[in-house]
């Protein structure tokens, strides 16, 4: 008999201050069938997997979920004086505990209640597959890039990438009944993905997964569970919660936003019909037919009925206005839409942009020759470590090279790095845009990449996704003629994901991208550079 259990959500509310982040969701995720978690960023999708995973308690609701879990964050919450090695030791524990337990047991089988022992102590370790703990702490280290790392270093010294790998090490190691995984994707290459796939889909336990790695969806959620507001779901019936992939998924959800669309405007026609019935059209009978002799007569015989008539027009005319008034379908609301070129066309003649010879920074990169000419897009990819991120931090000028040469003749450069940062978390993303640009900037509202509300709230309480569209958002207005990219689809929701590839593939300035999206990479239409570690 499995010991595997369902995780039930039911009917969770949960605010930020004066914001209802998550109203009356609910989420069921059984064994076996990983559901991946998708929406807008902002939308509460890290709110709901924190309390799912009982890092955070909803203001109303209710949880039930498999005593062992294992969660992921975005960003890892192990303390910062925890070594790698003392990380992954704790994730061995409980697996060892438990092959000592039955070893004693095993001993121990005469005594009351031994027996009973042993069962549920080796249903959970064959559960846990936890004879072969040490194996797959090895080589989850070594799939996720992690066995290099000095195991004294304490979680502080290393980088946010390698911080999350190695909590995700953590968690395959311990192989939890319930793993809720928070973006798990951003930081590793395709070995380490595909690694980490197979390692979900065999799993037996419950999966929850946010993430916004398109492929990664596909191949991996049963169910996808949709945040963002719908009239009619992506079940037709006002559902959030989607069966049957994620591909067929995004047509269906497309497919409810053009009947939610045509319902709204039928019946905003029809409730405009409907006043004007009540205040012209009801009020008049036979109003199309032409005057007869005899009518006086007639109205003054009959004029009761005429009045009944009318009243009773009129008032149908209302009624049908209360019920529509009372039920309204609510307006779709406006999509966010990047509506700003990323680049600005190169004006100094064309010719190179960027020229690299003989570039070193030791153990990070290694690049002989590279030659960008003005107006050319350039895809960089390459596994962890082969320097990336590095390379367009040598374009920046933020990384100056131990050896070679660099020329950069680009005269406005715009970075997306990784990680996004700002000083003073209690600033508005107005107030910090606008400090980041000179006077006359477009203003932040005409970008298309924070929502209105979101304008005036503290920049330390927005979510991941939306810190890096203010940084996207101040990189574009910035009017760069070179445009270097690190990893830009991390965090952010699968809209702006799909639109962001569309604006690069019509950006007529300098392009570098550095990604590991696989759903990007396959519809690039520029050069490609592939990096090697060395």
């Known amino acids: 008999m499995s010991s595997l259990l369902p995780l039930h959500a039911v009917d969770m509310s949960h605010a930020y201050g004066d914001k209802m982040v998550l109203s009356g969701v609910d989420l069921l995720a059984n064994p076996g069938e990983p559901v991946g978690v998708v929406g807008e960023n902002g939308v509460g999708k890290s709110t709901l997997l924190r309390l799912?995973?009982?890092?955070?308690?909803?203001?109303?609701?209710?949880?039930?979920?498999?005593?062992?879990?294992?969660?992921?964050?975005?960003?890892?919450?192990?303390?910062?004086?925890?070594?790698?090695?003392?990380?992954?030791?704790?994730?061995?524990?409980?697996?060892?505990?438990?092959?000592?337990?039955l070893e004693q047991l095993a001993h121990e089988l005469d005594e009351p209640g031994a027996a009973d022992a042993y069962a549920a102590t080796l249903l959970w370790a064959q559960t846990h597959d936890a004879w072969d703990a040490d194996r797959r702490a090895l080589l989850a280290s070594q799939q996720l890039g992690v066995s290099h790392i000095d195991a004294s270093r304490t979680v502080g010294e290393l980088s946010g990438g390698e911080r999350t790998r190695l909590a995700l090490a953590a968690v395959i190691?311990?192989?939890p009944e319930c793993v809720v995984l928070d973006e798990p994707t951003n930081h590793l290459d395709d070995d380490a993905i595909a690694?980490?796939?197979?390692?979900?889909?065999?799993?037996?336990?419950v999966v929850i997964v946010a993430s916004h790695d398109r492929v990664f969806l596909d191949r991996v959620c049963a169910v996808i569970v949709d945040l963002d507001e719908g009239h009619f779901g992506v079940d037709g019936q006002g559902g959030n919660r989607y069966t049957g992939g994620f591909t067929t998924y995004l047509e269906h959800k497309a497919a409810a936003r053009r009947r939610w669309e045509a319902a709204f405007a039928e019946q905003q026609d029809d409730l405009a019909a409907l006043r004007v019935a009540a205040r012209?059209?009801?009020?008049?009978?036979?109003?199309?037919?032409?005057?007869?002799?005899?009518?006086?007569?007639?109205?003054?015989?009959?004029?009761?009925?005429?009045?009944?008539?009318?009243?009773?027009?009129?008032?149908?005319?209302?009624?049908?206005?209360?019920?529509?008034?009372?039920?309204?379908?609510?307006?779709?609301?406006?999509?966010?839409?990047?509506?700003?070129?990323l680049t600005t066309e190169d004006r100094t003649?064309?010719?190179?942009?960027?020229?690299?010879?003989?570039?070193?920074?030791?153990?990070?990169?290694?690049?002989?020759?590279?030659?960008?000419?003005?107006?050319q897009h350039l895809l960089v990819t390459g596994p962890n470590g082969?320097?990336?991120?590095?390379?367009?931090?040598?374009?920046?000028?933020?990384?100056?090279?131990?050896?070679?040469?660099?020329?950069?003749?680009?005269?406005?450069?715009?970075?997306?790095?990784?990680?996004?940062?700002?000083?003073?978390?209690?600033?508005?993303?107005?107030?910090?845009?606008?400090?980041?640009?000179?006077?006359?900037?477009?203003?932040?509202?005409?970008l298309g990449l924070l929502p209105p509300r979101e304008l005036s709230r503290p920049v330390g309480v927005l979510s991941i996704g939306q810190q890096r569209r203010l940084a996207l958002a101040i990189l574009v207005a910035g009017r760069p003629d070179l445009l270097l990219l690190d990893e830009p689809t991390n965090h952010i929701s699968l809209t702006l994901a799909s639109e962001l590839e569309e604006a690069l593939g019509r950006s007529p300035g300098t392009v570098m991208v550095a990604s590991h999206d696989r759903w990007l990479r396959r519809r690039w239409g520029g050069q490609v550079l592939h990096l090697a570690v060395h």
């Not at 190179?352 to 920074?361: A, F, G, K, Q």
């Open 52 to 101: 799912v995973a009982g890092i955070e308690e909803a203001d109303s609701g209710l949880v039930r979920r498999p005593s062992d879990l294992g969660y992921l964050a975005q960003e890892m919450v192990a303390p910062p004086a925890a070594t790698v090695a003392a990380v992954l030791a704790e994730a061995l524990a409980p697996l060892h505990d438990a092959v000592r337990r």
């Open 280 to 341: 012209t059209t009801a009020r008049q009978v036979a109003h199309n037919r032409p005057p007869r002799d005899g009518d006086k007569y007639i109205y003054n015989f009959k004029g009761g009925n005429v009045q009944a008539t009318i009243r009773r027009r009129v008032r149908d005319a209302e009624q049908r206005i209360a019920v529509m008034e009372r039920r309204p379908i609510p307006k779709p609301p406006e999509k966010l839409s990047l509506s700003h070129p």
């Open 349 to 375: 003649g064309g010719g190179l942009v960027v020229s690299l010879r003989d570039v070193s920074v030791p153990e990070r990169l290694r690049l002989n020759r590279l030659d960008i000419s003005a107006g």
């Open 173 to 175: 190691t311990r192989r």
């Open 386 to 446: 082969s320097g990336k991120s590095t390379l367009l931090q040598v374009v920046s000028g933020r990384v100056q090279p131990a050896s070679g040469l660099v020329r950069v003749s680009a005269r406005r450069i715009g970075l997306l790095p990784q990680e996004v940062n700002f000083v003073g978390p209690d600033r508005t993303p107005t107030q910090v845009y606008d400090d980041a640009l000179p006077a006359g900037a477009i203003p932040l509202s005409h």
């Open 195 to 205: 690694f980490l796939e197979n390692f979900l889909r065999e799993l037996p336990g």
